[in-house]
C-alpha cells in the first residue's frame, strides 16, 4: 500500500511522481482510443482532476496511483467513444484522425508557449498510422478499447474485464474480432525507403498535373478522402477509383494556388502536408501496397491541423 500523504507533514503526494510518469502512456493510451490529440489530452486533464477529487486518505489507500489512472483514463475513453458515435453522425462530411507530425517538425503556434512535440507524448509506432487508426474507427467501442488495451498496452484479460465491465472471456473475444479485422485491412508490409518514394513520385506526378503518371501510382481501386468538417471545403464523400482520384487531385492545384508540397513524416509514415504562407491548410496520409497506393486521407480540417500549426 502506498505510503500516506499527511497534511502538514512535509511529506509530498505519493500519486503526483505517478502522475508525471504516467502523463505520456495515459495519451499515448487515449490517442489511440480516441484518434484525436485533443481529445487525449482533456481525458488526461480530466483523469488528473478525479486524481485530486479524492481525499488525501482515499489516494494514500491506492496500492498503484498507475493503474488507478490508467484504469480511470480507459473508463473515460470508453465514455467518449460511444458519445463520440453520435457525433460523428451529425460531422459535415467523412471523419479522419488527427494526424500526428514527427518530432522534429513541431511548432506550437499558441502566443507565449515554448516548443512543445506532440511525439514526446504519443510514440509513433506501428499503432498509430493512419491505416490502422482508421480500422480502429470501424470497431465497436468495446472491442477497440479490448484490443488496444490487451495487443498495444499488453493489458492481462482480468485487468480488461475490469474497465470495460465485460468476462475476460468476452474481452478475449473482443480482442479477437479486433485482431481479425486489423489482420485483413493490413496488407504486407512495405518499407519505408519504398513509401517515401512513392509519395515522392505522387507529390511530383500531383504538381506537374500527371493525371498518367498519377493513375499509374494508383491501384485501380484507391480511394481518396478528404475530412474538412465543415469547416473548409473538402469532398464530402470519398473519390473512388485509380482515374478518378487522379482527375481530382490533378485539379486540386489549379483550385489552391500558392500552395506548395512539402514531404513530411504524418503519424510516423511518409506523408504531404500543403502549405500557404507557411501555413499548413492540408496533411495527406497515404496507405501503400507494393507500388501502388491504396488510400489517400486528406485531413483539412483546421481544428486538427492546430499540431502543424508553424509561427
Not at 500519486?15 to 482533456?42: F, K, V, W
Request: aromatic share 6%.
Amino acid at each position: 500500500m502506498t505510503n500516506p500523504s499527511e497534511p502538514g507533514h512535509g511529506r509530498p503526494d505519493p500519486g503526483l511522481s505517478a502522475i508525471i510518469s504516467e502523463r505520456r502512456h495515459l495519451t499515448n493510451l487515449a490517442y489511440r482510443l480516441l484518434g484525436s490529440l485533443a481529445d487525449a489530452e482533456d481525458v488526461v486533464q480530466e483523469t488528473c482532476a478525479r486524481w485530486y477529487a479524492m481525499s488525501p486518505q482515499q489516494r494514500a489507500a491506492i496500492d498503484s496511483p498507475g493503474a488507478w489512472l490508467s484504469t480511470v483514463a480507459s473508463r473515460i475513453c470508453l465514455d467518449l467513444l460511444g458519445s463520440a458515435r453520435v457525433r460523428r453522425e451529425r460531422y459535415v462530411g467523412e471523419w479522419i484522425p488527427e494526424p500526428l507530425p514527427d518530432r522534429t517538425e513541431w511548432i506550437s503556434g499558441r502566443p507565449g508557449a515554448g516548443i512543445v512535440d506532440p511525439a514526446d507524448r504519443v510514440t509513433l509506432d506501428e499503432s498509430v498510422n493512419m491505416a490502422f487508426l482508421v480500422v480502429l474507427e470501424a470497431m465497436t467501442p468495446a472491442e477497440r478499447v479490448a484490443f488496444i488495451l490487451h495487443d498495444v498496452f499488453r493489458y492481462p484479460f482480468a485487468d480488461v474485464a475490469e474497465i470495460v465491465g465485460r468476462t475476460p472471456a468476452a474481452c478475449r473475444q473482443l480482442a479477437s474480432s479486433a485482431r481479425r479485422r486489423i489482420r485483413a485491412a493490413r496488407p504486407d508490409p512495405v518499407s519505408a525507403a519504398r513509401r517515401a518514394d512513392v509519395v515522392r513520385a505522387f507529390k511530383q506526378a500531383w504538381e506537374a498535373k500527371d493525371i498518367d503518371a498519377l493513375i499509374g501510382l494508383l491501384a485501380p481501386d484507391a480511394t481518396a478522402t478528404g475530412d474538412g468538417g465543415g469547416l473548409v471545403t473538402a469532398a464530402l464523400h470519398p473519390v473512388e477509383g485509380a482515374e478518378q482520384v487522379a482527375r481530382f487531385f490533378a485539379d486540386r492545384p489549379a483550385a489552391a494556388p500558392g500552395v506548395t508540397l512539402v514531404e513530411r513524416t504524418v503519424n510516423g509514415q511518409p506523408g504531404l502536408v500543403a502549405q500557404r504562407d507557411g501555413v499548413t491548410v492540408s496533411v495527406l496520409a497515404f496507405d501503400v501496397t507494393g507500388n501502388r497506393i491504396d488510400h489517400i486521407w486528406a485531413v483539412l480540417n483546421p481544428e486538427k491541423l492546430r499540431a502543424w500549426t508553424t509561427g
